[in-house]
């Protein structure tokens, strides 16, 4: 399948691996007007418009890897060339970006649009996700999540367009919380209330570096998100509380390695004939040694392709959901007055 | 591939009580001189792991030789015994009947909570993770009992499972658990009870006469992406590795085989094996070096890790247990394989 990467910054060039890794794909075109063609490390075509990358090419499959603003106009004319799209997240700056991508998505039945949710994927996720399925520890109580990064080298962080609302549309709940957010939908399904904090504590920069979020759905359960760009020790951890133990997920496998090891602690509630200590339950811990996360994801968007399957992971449901919980936290900031939640979903497409 | 570390609540002792396991070491011993080694019918061969024909011996027990392999440092016994006389062995030796009959029933609750319990849910984990539409499981290896009865206990629908090593009718007598059968079989055998989805393979690798033979019977009765999951003892543990011939884990004829690291990724590679999961969550490492120095002085033993034995708590010790986990450096190692095409 011919594919060209819009985009080549720190995601597209992520994207260009994968594509290079799978046998399925040809990386025929890569577009980015900031990008000199020598610097793209590939005999592959280079354009600065996307749209003659896209009529060029004629590609099956176009990874759109752009700052947010650009996202929806790009997916959507790629849509519209009969394209299969693979967009980073988030699906644009705000509800209305993704709504704008559905409604042509709806036109074109036949062709898949999957979202960069690789969380999903990353190993100790997948491991933690089969042992909720498995139904052994019982329903899952609640959910915990933190997620955060220090920023980075102050200028630079400052200046980034990630931090500038009108090409990204938010901060960091929406650069990153929309990760951990979209794993408490992956283990919870949907939530229906929401109440969210959000401060811009530390950076001199007009979005916001730290969110709060609370989250409560049909079923009782409640889920509680720290999304920070002030985390000086980067981190990632995911705590799901069930009726039979726990499981917890802490680190994250990336290019880096400073998230830290990927592990998987379970923790199981003792039985009331075990004489071990309440409270101090036995752990297993499980480390991980190989994150294939963003390889499998595309290759799940590929198997779609070839066996017109419908994308049911990542899908554009699924930023769509996520887009409703940030724009009902981003709507629900007020100077004064007191919190009230939020229901989500009656801004967003039903 | 992934890495399991196991925090658990659990001594040597309440397993292995130190002076029934010096009866029992005295009985095989005595029984390894009587039964294996006067019959006559020892045979060479190559490291178990890498296959190798270059070794070294490295140190006697009981009138057996273990060989350290030059390419991989597996550390095995050459010459040795055939499976026939290791069935005999471990059917009919008083060495064999002492441990079931005298041992086992002393630490059964023990074993069953802190060891089969746990080891149960693990591998039901691992089912539901890699296998999730599993219809048969053979158990290859020893003593399975207390798992298997754990198993049943946790799964109501658990698939049909047949116990297959040559002694299953004697480590099952008198039981009767639903969807369990037995029907003790050579490894030539076995891939006659297939295919299956899961082949429970946990004491076995390190007393089996042909650890090839094991392998090439796992390949053949597993279905294709079936699970082998294992659990052996490797010479790269810590402990082994800090005492080894006076290691009290290590004596034939159920260690023969102590295949290193690097040696078992050698075996699973050329029998065509994806890792899924390599872990040695050992619990007992620092207890048996601890103990082991301290009943006799004499043994030799790395200056730094005599200091520390002797001059830092049990928290140290917890931790350095810990650290032995995470970096597959105890001697208890547990294993997932997937059937390759």
Redesign the interface.
């Given at each position: 399948m011919k594919t060209v990467i819009i985009g080549y910054g720190y995601m597209g060039q992520i994207r260009k691996q994968v594509v290079e890794n799978l046998p399925d794909l040809k990386l025929c075109g890569i577009c980015d007007p900031l990008v000199l063609p020598g610097q793209i490390g590939t005999d592959c075509a280079h354009y600065e418009d996307y749209r003659d990358a896209i009529d060029d090419v004629r590609p099956d499959i176009v990874f759109v890897c752009t700052p947010n603003r650009y996202t929806p106009d790009v997916c959507i004319y790629a849509l519209e060339q009969g394209c299969h799209v693979f967009c980073e997240k988030p699906p644009g700056r705000n509800l209305a970006d993704i709504q704008r991508i559905i409604e042509v998505e709806q036109k074109h039945p036949d062709l898949k649009l999957m979202f960069g949710f690789n969380h999903r994927y990353h190993p100790a996720i997948v491991e933690a996700k089969a042992l909720v399925d498995a139904g052994r520890l019982g329903r899952i109580l609640w959910i915990r999540g933190v997620y955060g990064k220090s920023g980075g080298r102050g200028k630079e962080f400052e200046a980034s367009w990630r931090n500038d609302p009108a090409i990204s549309g938010g901060g960091i709940l929406l650069d990153q919380g929309v990760h951990m957010l979209d794993l408490f939908r992956f283990f919870c399904g949907e939530f229906q209330e929401v109440l969210g904090l959000l401060s811009t504590a530390f950076w001199n920069v007009p979005v916001e570096d730290n969110a709060f979020v609370v989250l409560r759905n049909d079923q009782g359960q409640i889920a509680q998100l720290h999304s920070s760009a002030t985390l000086w020790k980067h981190t990632f951890r995911l705590e799901i509380g069930l009726e039979r133990g726990y499981l917890i997920v802490e680190g994250l496998l990336s290019k880096t390695g400073s998230y830290g090891r990927e592990k998987l602690i379970i923790g199981r509630r003792p039985g009331d004939d075990e004489d071990t200590a309440l409270g101090n339950p036995r752990e297993e811990i499980v480390y991980f040694d190989k994150d294939l996360s963003w390889d499998y994801q595309v290759r799940e968007l590929v198997n779609c392709i070839k066996h017109s399957l419908p994308v049911t992971d990542s899908s554009s449901l699924d930023a769509l959901r996520v887009m409703e919980v940030i724009d009902a936290i981003y709507t629900q900031q007020q100077p004064k007055g007191p919190l009230v939640a939020a229901s989500i979903g009656d801004r967003g497409m039903q | 591939?992934?890495?399991?570390?196991?925090?658990?609540?659990l001594l040597e002792l309440e397993i292995k009580p130190d002076a029934k396991l010096e009866e029992y070491r005295g009985l095989l011993a005595k029984e390894v001189k009587e039964r294996l080694l006067s019959a006559g019918d020892l045979r060479s061969c190559s490291c178990p792991a890498c296959q190798s024909g270059t070794s070294r011996p490295a140190f006697e027990k009981w009138g057996l030789t273990y060989q350290e392999c030059v390419h991989c440092n597996s550390v095995y016994v050459s010459p040795r015994p055939g499976e026939e006389a290791l069935t005999d062995f471990y059917r009919n030796s008083s060495a064999s009947h002492f441990w079931r009959e005298e041992i086992l029933p002393e630490t059964r609750e023990a074993r069953r909570?802190k060891m089969f319990r746990?080891r149960a849910?693990?591998l039901?984990?691992a089912v539901?993770?890699y296998s999730?539409k599993a219809r048969l499981g053979i158990a290859v290896g020893y003593h399975n009992e207390l798992l298997i009865e754990e198993l049943t206990r946790?799964e109501s629908h658990l698939f049909p499972i047949i116990v297959t090593n040559p002694i299953a009718d004697v480590e099952f007598a008198g039981k009767n658990l639903p969807g369990v059968t037995i029907c003790p079989t050579p490894l030539s055998g076995l891939a006659s009870l297939g295919p299956a989805d899961i082949l429970l393979a946990f004491d076995i690798v390190d007393r089996c006469a042909d650890v090839e033979a094991l392998f090439d019977a796992a390949r053949a009765t597993l279905a294709a992406g079936g699970l082998l999951l294992a659990s052996t003892i490797s010479i790269s543990g810590f402990d082994l590795q800090v005492l080894w011939e006076h290691s009290k884990s290590i004596y034939p004829p159920e260690r023969m085989n102590l295949l290193s690291i690097e040696g078992l990724t050698m075996l699973f590679e050329r029998h065509r094996f994806e890792v899924l999961e390599f872990s040695t969550?050992g619990m007992f490492d620092v207890e048996a070096v601890q103990r082991a120095i301290g009943a006799d002085p004499a043994i030799p033993c790395p200056r730094f890790v005599r200091y520390m034995m002797e001059n830092r708590d049990e928290n140290a010790m917890s931790d350095l247990q810990e650290y032995l986990q995470?970096h597959r450096l105890s001697s208890f190692v547990r294993i997932v394989l997937r059937k390759t095409q």
């Open positions: - | 591939m992934k890495t399991v570390v196991v925090d658990r609540d909570e746990p849910q693990w039901l984990n539901d993770r999730p946790q969550p995470k």
